[in-house]
């Protein structure tokens, strides 16, 4: 009698067991290897503290794996992810195939007005959000003050490209292997792509007209091209064609570059004495423009998505409202100091003053994001958004040849 | 005199192999040495070979972000199990070709061969829909019937090439002493085929363990094998360069290994064991 009530009480408990086990949701969440993106994973229980009935698991690839992967997945509605991590170019797209889920229920502390403006509306459609923004970013010079008092020179706010190339020139010193100027040359949309259609936009060129036809055989790209080329072959460091982005930072953290013109994240790495040889010699200014109203800088931001086949649509948006609040921020604050926090996202964080002071290249990283503008890229009318990409899924061919 | 050239034939063959061996395991040595270093060391121009402070913190960053143990193991049973299931496929068919060709035999070669010659990418999304439909997405048994699949050529071409050296004389004396076909196969076949097949064992475990494609794309976290692991630590946005060689010293270390015990059976079951 007893074992059969053992046995009873036994079975009972192992039922409330696995009814709780099964009462877990599990979200599956495609992300980038940046670091921000790191960071949020390693606070992760935080998150679940907070919402115990969801565990989180990680899947973190490569920028260029990851759009392949995720791009197959939602195009064959495998339901093998509950959050994206996608780009500024991903969410029009996305958000026309109906691919996304529209994120209206984010909470009410969410509070969606507190987007930079520019940001909300690259990852918004028809004025619904379709992704949450995690961080945004442009792109703007870093230059090195002590190399500029040496030489005399005196960097604008706004400078122009022919100050830009004299003082690149003026700087370089080749015995010494301190070089001008250092740019994306590697091959691909990611590279010198990103960095070139850029540097187009404010020469006065664009991708396509009004009527979709292709513009490279235009003054405007020649210009940008041969600009280019001679600035890298008169001032750039050597093999410059085969430097990217964690190439040019190496340069430049090593205290061989004069100037860089790169993604606005970089600037709290080479600020950083960890990883930092010129930490506290580093200036920032815009982008340079040549006075037809664009500078040469991109924006872009990693935002938080939900598949149109998830299952799990409720817990990805309490994740998704967890990531992307302004509580988040805090809580990177808190452990790992402000100028870790994911930057370009919120106008709040900009009137932060602990941000402010503990992130000297806020308030450029700010006016270069204000600066953008993807609904209007170029300098003449075009059929396209996007500033270094078109919004059509076809980019991802032509960005990458 | 003959003999002080032999000597210097065989130092100077000795040095020579040692060079080509440093040269070509050289990549390898280097990643394990960067594994070692900071992520500001790992990136200083020029590079230090081996003065530098040693830190082991790269291992305890990559197992403290993603689970090692979780992933091994997963590696493991998919390349084991795709050269456990493929041989069994393999070892009868080219059998088969090899004792009993038909007049299609060579035909049939090719057009097995002729698999390998598409790029797996082209059929990506059939195979996602199908793995999709048969929940399969993410599964260890998928990935094993996959990497089964797609080095099923390779293995068959082996084995055939292999099975063609034995003598057929052989096999018709044990038919002469009334062994039956799976005898045959089992107690004549096999053990003169060992040295073939266990390299051919060896080749597609290494073909299964490294394949990063499908492995990649059908895979999101709980059959993830190790190459997903890897990739996990490569980024075009920031210092990775220390965590990524650990990740990829942890990744290879098995392979590795195994492959350092069986060269040795290998080589000895090449020299001794068939009859030639």
Redesign the interface.
Same mark, same amino acid.
């Given at each position: 009698m007893r074992t059969t009530v053992g046995v009873l009480l036994g079975s009972v408990a192992l039922l409330a067991a696995t009814t709780t086990a099964s009462a877990q949701t599990a979200l599956t969440i495609a992300t980038v290897n940046n670091g921000d993106m790191i960071r949020m994973q390693g606070l992760t229980s935080d998150f679940t503290a907070k919402n115990p009935g969801i565990t989180v698991k990680w899947v973190t690839l490569e920028e260029n794996v990851l759009r392949q992967r995720v791009t197959t997945d939602i195009a064959t509605k495998g339901g093998q992810f509950d959050v994206l991590t996608i780009g500024t170019y991903e969410v029009p797209i996305w958000a026309k195939q109906k691919w996304l889920v529209p994120l209206d229920k984010l909470g009410a502390d969410y509070d969606v007005d507190d987007l930079l403006p520019k940001i909300r509306a690259a990852v918004s459609a028809n004025g619904k959000l379709y992704a949450a923004p995690f961080y945004g970013e442009s792109s703007m010079i870093m230059y090195r003050t002590d190399l500029f008092a040496k030489a005399g020179l005196n960097m604008p706010e706004k400078p122009t490209w022919d100050f830009v190339i004299d003082a690149a020139k003026k700087l370089t010193d080749k015995t010494a292997e301190v070089y001008g100027i250092c740019l994306r040359g590697k091959a691909g949309w990611g590279e010198n792509m990103a960095f070139l259609t850029a540097m187009a936009n404010s020469f006065g060129a664009r991708l396509f007209d009004e009527k979709w036809q292709p513009q490279f055989s235009g003054p405007e790209w020649k210009k940008t091209l041969v600009t280019y080329v001679d600035l890298m072959k008169a001032a750039g460091p050597p093999g410059a064609s085969s430097n990217g982005f964690n190439e040019n930072l190496a340069l430049f953290n090593a205290g061989k570059c004069a100037m860089w013109i790169d993604a606005t994240v970089a600037a709290s790495f080479v600020t950083n004495p960890k990883e930092s040889k010129v930490a506290d010699k580093v200036g920032f200014a815009l982008a340079p423009n040549t006075g037809l109203g664009k500078n040469a800088n991109w924006l872009w931001a990693w935002s938080l998505a939900i598949p149109a086949g998830s299952k799990k649509v409720e817990a990805a948006e309490k994740f998704i409202g967890w990531a992307t609040s302004k509580s988040y921020t805090e809580l990177v604050a808190a452990k790992e100091g402000w100028a870790n926090v994911p930057p370009g996202t919120r106008t709040s964080l900009y009137r932060n003053a602990d941000y402010l002071k503990a992130a000297p290249f806020a308030k450029l990283t700010l006016a270069s994001i204000d600066s953008a503008d993807p609904n209007n890229p170029a300098v003449k009318p075009v059929p396209y958004v996007g500033i270094q990409y078109a919004a059509i899924p076809e980019f991802q061919g032509i960005g990458t040849r | 005199m003959a003999r002080r050239v032999a000597v210097a034939h065989t130092v100077t063959a000795t040095v020579a192999a040692w060079i080509v061996g440093f040269v070509i395991f050289f990549p390898i040595l280097w990643m394990a040495i960067t594994s070692f270093k900071t992520?500001?060391e790992a990136?200083? #121009?020029p590079p230090s070979f081996l003065l530098f402070q040693w830190t082991t913190e790269n291992y305890a960053t990559v197992q403290e972000?993603?689970n090692y143990l979780h992933h091994a193991p997963n590696s493991i049973i998919i390349a084991g199990g795709s050269t456990l299931v493929a041989m069994v496929i393999a070892i009868p068919a080219a059998w088969s070709m090899a004792f009993v060709p038909s007049r299609r035999t060579r035909d049939i070669l090719l057009w097995i061969l002729s698999t390998k010659m598409m790029p797996a990418v082209g059929v990506?999304?059939p195979i $996602? &829909?199908i793995?999709?439909d048969l929940a399969l997405?993410?599964s260890r048994i998928g990935l094993l019937c996959i990497l089964c699949l797609s080095n099923l050529p390779i293995v068959v071409w082996m084995l055939f090439t292999y099975f063609k050296e034995i003598p057929k004389d052989i096999l018709e004396a044990s038919r002469m002493d009334g062994a039956t076909i799976g005898r045959e196969l089992v107690y004549v076949l096999t053990p003169m085929a060992v040295p073939g097949i266990a390299s051919t064992i060896l080749l597609n475990v290494i073909l299964a363990w490294n394949e990063a494609f499908w492995t &990649?794309?059908l895979s #999101?976290?709980e059959a *993830?094998p190790l190459t997903?692991f890897i *990739?996990? $630590?490569?980024?075009?946005?920031?210092?990775?360069w220390a965590k990524l060689s650990a990740a990829s010293t942890l990744a290879i270390a098995p392979i590795l290994v195994l492959g350092w015990f069986t060269q040795r059976q290998l080589v000895r079951g090449l020299t001794f064991g068939a009859v030639k």
């Open positions: - | 992520e500001l990136f200083n #121009t972000r993603s990506l999304v $996602y &829909l793995f999709r997405l993410d &990649l794309n #999101t976290s *993830a997903v *990739a996990s $630590y490569s980024s075009p946005e920031g210092l990775f």
